[in-house]
């Protein structure tokens, strides 16, 4: 994986550059007028897309920026109900997940006692997942417990969903894992 690495010479540079926008302002020099400027450069010609942040479930809504293809630019919608046009850290961080070149984009597979990552294909790796789950689930199902009571559950597979996981994922997914028998389904979604 690429990784980008910041040279000490090149983080000096950076800072100094930081530090000169900091002295001016604290010079008193406003740069919004500057600042304002070079965002409408930036969304010359580009075409806004509403959209929702991937992130959590408070949903807040964002507008994407896009020209030549590209996404130029991602920021909160002034329209939304929900988040006037503010982003949280994370949310405002969006278009920097999109262009980061350390984004992770294939599926990495280690091995049982490996200690390297392979790139393997998505549907590979999917069936690979439902082997695993229909043999744990096969092997550990339980009908009765021990004192006679039906049972009819797997005590040793949990399923943990993510905040961006919406009602209609939702109902499926506890449809299928408690289908299977599986009892301890969390989410890590606390809002
Ligand atoms: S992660 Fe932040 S910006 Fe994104 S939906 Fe949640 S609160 Fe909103």
Redesign the pocket.
């Given at each position: 994986m690429d990784r980008v690495v910041l040279s000490r010479r090149g983080f000096l540079r950076l800072s100094a550059g930081g530090a000169a926008l900091g002295g001016l302002a604290a010079l008193g020099v406003d740069l919004r007028p500057a600042i304002v400027r070079a965002q409408a450069l930036r969304l010359q010609n580009a075409k806004p897309y509403p959209s929702v942040?991937p992130?959590?479930a408070?949903?807040?809504d964002t507008v994407v920026w896009s020209a030549n293809d590209q996404i130029v630019n991602v920021e909160g919608d002034l329209r939304s109900p929900i988040?006037h046009g503010n982003?949280?850290p994370?949310?405002a961080a969006i278009y920097q997940l999109h262009v980061n070149p350390n984004r992770v984009t294939d599926v990495l597979y280690r091995a049982p006692g490996g200690d390297s990552w392979q790139k393997i294909d998505l549907d590979k790796a999917l069936d690979m997942v439902a082997d695993r789950v229909k043999k744990t689930r096969d092997a550990t199902f339980v009908e009765k417990s021990d004192d006679g009571k039906t049972q009819m559950s797997s005590l040793e597979i949990f399923s943990l969903g993510g905040a961006t996981i919406d009602n209609e994922w939702n109902h499926l997914q506890q449809k299928l894992l408690r289908g299977l028998g599986i009892v301890a389904i969390e989410n890590q979604a606390r809002i």
């Open positions: 942040c992130y959590c408070v949903g807040c988040n982003l949280c994370k949310g």
